[in-house]
Structure formats: structure tokens, C-alpha cells
T-cell receptor, first 115, second 113 residues
Framework: NAGVMQNPRHLVRRRGQEARLRCSPMKGHSHVYWYRQLPEEGLKFMVYLQKENIIDESGMPKERFSAEFPKEGPSILRIQQVVRGDSAAYFC?????????????FGEGSRLTVL | ELKVEQNPLFLSMQEGKNYTIYCNYS?????LYWYRQDPGKSLESLFVLLSNGAVKQEGRLMASLDTKARLSTLHITAAVHDLSATYFCAVERSQGGSEKLVFGKGTKLTVNP
């Protein structure tokens, strides 16, 4: 059973470009979360999705950031017109439905560098 | 707003010694998680603590939860170099049908030979 798969692992963009980060949850998991980690910091919640639904996007900046989890295919976190402050590690996590522990399983992360 | 504070943020200890990392949080929650992160890597789940008084142990690590005091501890016994990593506690926040984790800043542990 493969773990949470994220790609790309490393992404370099110039200011103003777009970044697309992909996340395939573990098999059988229908809940996907995106977190952002700045250097020397803990992870900060961005968005929680289920298939075709955004459940909670309270941690996501209102502008330039969007997320989706389509019926088929991976979840995508999209950052438009990137700025240097977007440089961070972006982690995706998934959990199964009806898990009383609600344990999250994290991917290896996508490290975005904005030049 | 739920705040999670860990201390210490940096910990350097010698092999064979014992130490405790503390995690305080500001509002009621019944679920607390401990994760380990190695540099440049993902987070590895260590413990899930689901109720007041919960205690879990794995190898040289033991975690406990006191929901009344809003405090969790991660105790390290007879540290070895392989335990060097950053340890995060995370507290679940439930709001409007959504559960999410609020993380502490992490404790960077270095175990010296």
C-alpha cells in the first residue's frame, strides 16, 4: 500500500509564475489536507478537501491560492503569481473515512523555492 | 484561537540521559498527536492520544496526555543518537464539521555521543 505521494518534490519558480503541487492520497483515503511549513516552523493548516468538495479552506490565503480534489486524479494545490514569501514546504496528508483516531498520514512534501 | 506551545524549542542532550518535552495548548481538545520529522523529510506519526490520562510507549519514547491541564509530555529515556530529529505535537481543533491539526513549533532534539 503506497503512502501519500506528492510531486514534484522540489519546484523552483520565478516571481509571477504559477506553481502546481499534486497529491495522491493513500489508497482508500478520501480526506486530503494541505499544510504549509516555513523554515524552522511547525506546519500550518491550509485546506481540507474531500472528493469534489472543499470542506474547510480557512487557512488558505484568499488570493492566488486554490485547491481541488477532483473525482478522478490527485488533489492539486495551485499558487498563481508566486512571490518570495510563498517559498516553503507544502505537505499533503490523507486520512480514511470513519477513522476514530482521525490519524493523518503525511507525504514527503513539495519544496517550493521562488526566485 | 487554539495555540500550541512546545518547550524547549531546542534540546541538546547526551546519550543515555533522560529528558521531557512539554506541549501546552490553550483550548479544550481531546486529541493530541506527536510526530517526528527528520531534516528534509516528511512527518512520521509517533503517538495518537485520545483521552485524558492516556499514556503510550514505543521504545525509548513515552507520551502522556492530561486534558484538564491541557498538557502533553514526550519523555525520552536513555537517549540514543538515532533519536535526533524535530518532534512536533499537534492538537486537533474541531469547528463546523471540520477537524484540523494545530501544530507547535517543534522541538529540535540533538543527541550527542
Amino acid at each position: 500500500n503506497a503512502g501519500v505521494m506528492q510531486n514534484p518534490r522540489h519546484l523552483v519558480r520565478r516571481r509571477g509564475q504559477e506553481a502546481r503541487l499534486r497529491c495522491s492520497p493513500m489508497k482508500g483515503h478520501s480526506h486530503v489536507y494541505w499544510y504549509r511549513q516555513l523554515p524552522e516552523e511547525g506546519l500550518k493548516f491550509m485546506v481540507y478537501l474531500q472528493k469534489e468538495n472543499i470542506i474547510d479552506e480557512s487557512g488558505m490565503p484568499k488570493e492566488r491560492f486554490s485547491a481541488e480534489f477532483p473525482k478522478e486524479g490527485p488533489s492539486i494545490l495551485r499558487i498563481q503569481q508566486v512571490v518570495r514569501g510563498d517559498s516553503a514546504a507544502y505537505f499533503c496528508a490523507s486520512s480514511p473515512t470513519r477513522d476514530p483516531k482521525r490519524e493523518l498520514f503525511f507525504g514527503e512534501g513539495s519544496r517550493l523555492t521562488v526566485l | 484561537e487554539l495555540k500550541v506551545e512546545q518547550n524547549p524549542l531546542f534540546l541538546s542532550m547526551q546519550e543515555g540521559k533522560n529528558y521531557t518535552i512539554y506541549c501546552n495548548y490553550s483550548t479544550t481538545s481531546d486529541r493530541l498527536y506527536w510526530y517526528r520529522q527528520d531534516p528534509g523529510k516528511s512527518l512520521e506519526s509517533l503517538f495518537v492520544l485520545l483521552s485524558n490520562g492516556a499514556v503510550k510507549q514505543e521504545g525509548r519514547l513515552m507520551a502522556s496526555l492530561d486534558t484538564k491541564a491541557r498538557l502533553s509530555t514526550l519523555h525520552i529515556t536513555a537517549a540514543v543518537h538515532d533519536l535526533s530529529a524535530t518532534y512536533f505535537c499537534a492538537v486537533e481543533r474541531s469547528q463546523g464539521g471540520s477537524e484540523k491539526l494545530v501544530f507547535g513549533k517543534g522541538t529540535k532534539l540533538t543527541v550527542n555521543p
